[in-house]
Structures are given as structure tokens and as C-alpha cells.
């Protein structure tokens, strides 16, 4: 079965500080995309960054960057300089299937991540 | 650019009644899909529309129905509710090929409480 897994129900971090927030998953597949999205409360989800699996280089955009193991399947995020308005749902997400038809996200469950001030 | 707009954003039923959800994408955005979203299950992909129609179906009864009208706008339906239903319903719009590069749009969602 084609899943995506996140064993990480809740975490909470230091403002200022460094969090990774952990994913795996499972895909047949030689090439897809990853991607972790941002839901803050009662607010749009929002892409936060995504990995190309054919790209060895693990993607950073800002303070957000991940650690991409293909064959892990290891797709973790790491929050640098966590700020309060990190505070969100974190959710790891791929389509897991690359044929261009598919367009059809699988989730994981889900990380509710708190900053403290 | 006006984002996806959902409506209504919150509403309550009553088990046995129907529910219409409406969503309107972001212009020029042709692919609308639906998730539901519970505590228990986390986002279950529901189905996805393109010009018109169907293309990819999520693993819910027939209880569970959607169009898409020629302006792109989607509507789901949920008939016979049942307490199970109560959900955030989450409606994202995208380009071709925008689920699986990332460039999915999601709204805020209509809260769904079944009672």
C-alpha cells in the first residue's frame, strides 16, 4: 500500500530554536514529489516546501529545509530559528504516483507543532 | 488574485438531512479537488474534477457525490448525514499536474457539524 506516516503526534519547540519534524513513506515509484504543508489554525494550507525524489539535493527554502532519504523513505523537515507563527498542523504529503492523471494528494496524520515564547 | 473561496464556512445538520458544500477556484485553475478532514482519520482524498468531469474517485460511499460546473466552480453533496460526516471539508484548486508538483490551493474549508 502507498502510505505516508507521521509517528510524531504533537511536538513543541523553543522560539528561537531548532525543531525536525519526521516523515516515511511507502511508493513503488522511481520518481515523485514530496511535500510538506503548513496548516495553521482556522487558516488556508499552505505549501511549504517539496522535494523532487530523482533530486539528490534535500530542498531549503529559508528557514525550512528538509532531509530527503530515498532509500529510507525518510522525508523529514527542520525548522530553523522557530518563530510563534510556526505554530501550526504540519502535515507530509506526495501523490506517490507520477502519471500526470493522478491528482490525488495521500497524507500523513499529521504533526501539531507549539512554539514557546 | 482572489484565493479559493469556500462556502458556507460553517453550518449544522442533523443526521438524515442532505449538505450542498460549494467552491470556487482561483481563476484559470481548471482542477478542483475535495478532502475531508476528521481527527480520527486525518485528509482523505474525496474525489477530483477536471472541465467537467471526474477523474479520480477516494474510497467513500455513494453517499458522497460532487460536479463541476463550466466555470470550474464545484459543488459536493452529502446525503442521508451521518454523525460519522461531521468534518472540516477542504476544497483545493490547482493547474493540471498541481497535486502532484505542489502547486495545490487550498481553502479555508466548510466545518461540517452533524448532529
Known amino acids: 500500500a502507498q502510505t505516508v506516516t507521521q509517528s510524531q503526534p504533537e511536538m513543541s519547540v523553543q522560539e528561537a530554536e531548532t525543531v525536525t519534524l519526521s516523515c516515511t513513506y511507502d511508493t513503488s515509484e522511481s520518481d515523485y514529489y514530496l511535500f510538506w504543508y503548513k496548516q495553521p489554525p482556522s487558516r488556508q494550507m499552505i505549501l511549504v516546501i517539496r522535494?523532487?525524489?530523482?533530486?539528490?539535493q534535500n530542498a531549503t527554502e529559508n528557514r525550512f529545509s528538509v532531509n530527503f532519504q530515498k532509500a529510507a523513505k525518510s522525508f523529514s523537515l527542520k525548522i530553523s530559528d522557530s518563530q510563534l507563527g510556526d505554530a501550526a498542523m504540519y502535515f507530509c504529503a506526495s501523490p506517490l504516483i507520477s502519471n500526470f492523471g493522478n491528482e490525488k494528494l495521500t497524507f500523513g496524520t499529521g504533526t501539531r507543532l507549539t512554539i514557546i515564547p | 488574485k482572489a484565493g479559493v473561496t469556500q462556502t458556507p464556512r460553517y453550518l449544522i445538520k442533523t443526521r438524515g438531512q442532505q449538505v450542498t458544500l460549494s467552491c470556487s477556484p482561483i481563476?484559470?485553475?481548471?482542477?478542483v479537488s475535495w478532502y475531508q478532514q476528521t481527527p480520527g482519520q486525518g485528509l482523505q482524498f474525496l474525489f477530483e474534477y477536471f472541465s467537467e468531469t471526474q477523474r479520480n474517485k477516494g474510497n467513500f460511499p455513494g453517499r458522497f457525490s460532487g460536479r463541476q460546473f463550466s466555470n470550474s466552480r464545484s459543488e459536493m453533496n452529502v446525503s442521508t448525514l451521518e454523525l460519522g460526516d461531521s468534518a472540516l471539508y477542504l476544497c483545493a484548486s490547482s493547474l493540471p499536474g498541481g497535486a502532484n508538483t505542489g502547486e495545490l490551493f487550498f481553502g479555508e474549508g466548510s466545518r461540517l457539524t452533524v448532529l
Open positions: 522535494q523532487e525524489a530523482y533530486k539528490q
Open positions: 481563476s484559470g485553475h481548471r482542477s
